[in-house]
């Protein structure tokens, strides 16, 4: 299985997971380092693999791990192609020779896209001025 990172700060990375626990942190020390989003804890989440399944824990992050858009708050299963989000980073989970890119993205994924490419509204009146 891998995580592939589909909005943040290392969107495009992938990550295989060779060992269980994984622990995803903002720590070098973590065994997935998401050093560049600073909303990551320094150890925020662990996925778990046990026999064919997998499932993903939240380490007490002050911003919670937050799975299809619900955070969560004990062991919680994690199916293949799963978007969960911890700190601003969007990631999926896929088998490793899943080629098909995640393209269903959660509408908070995609609000918060739409937000970010929005004009910027101003409270100045209309100018004549050219």
């Given at each position: 299985m891998k995580?592939?990172?589909?909005?943040g700060p290392m969107q495009g990375q992938?990550?295989?997971l060779t060992k269980?626990?994984?622990v995803i942190g903002r720590k070098q020390e973590a065994?997935?380092?998401?050093?560049s989003d600073a909303g990551v804890a320094n150890f925020h989440c662990r996925i778990i693999?046990?026999?064919n399944d997998?499932?993903?824990e939240d380490m007490m992050s002050s911003n919670g791990t937050w799975i299809n858009d619900k955070q969560i708050h004990e062991r919680?299963?994690?199916p293949p192609r799963a978007i969960f989000r911890v700190g601003q980073t969007y990631l999926g989970f896929m088998h490793d020779?899943?080629?098909q890119a995640i393209t269903t993205r959660s509408p908070s994924l995609k609000a918060k896209r739409d937000s970010r490419h929005a004009q910027p509204k101003t409270n100045f009146p209309p100018t004549d001025r050219q």
């Open positions: 995580l592939i990172v589909i909005d992938e990550f295989f269980s626990p994984t065994d997935i380092c998401l050093a693999q046990e026999g997998y499932f993903i919680t299963p994690l020779q899943d080629k």
